[in-house]
């Protein structure tokens, strides 16, 4: 069995799209994996996520700056290759 982990931070800016002006936010995350080999250098894979993510931004007229929160948790399952 073999065992990763991640965890990071992440910035987000975008001054103009299309109705949103001043965009800006950031995020987190948090990434896990077990995986058992099978296989030589082949394996199954557990991967397990966090991610947590912030935004700020202003609609095209409004006054007032909307905030908005986005959190999700993911578990994904799969092939992988061992290196």
Do not use: C, H, W
Request: net charge positive.
């Amino acid at each position: 069995i073999r065992a990763m982990a991640k965890v990071g931070y992440e910035k987000y800016s975008n001054k103009k799209t299309e109705n949103i002006t001043n965009l800006k936010g950031s995020g987190m995350y948090f990434e896990a994996t077990a995986a058992y080999n099978i296989y030589q250098k082949y394996g199954v894979a557990v991967m397990p996520a966090f991610y947590s993510k912030k935004f700020t931004y202003n609609y095209d007229g409004a006054t007032t700056e909307t905030k908005t929160k986005v959190k999700s948790i993911v578990l994904r399952i799969g092939f992988t290759k061992f290196f």
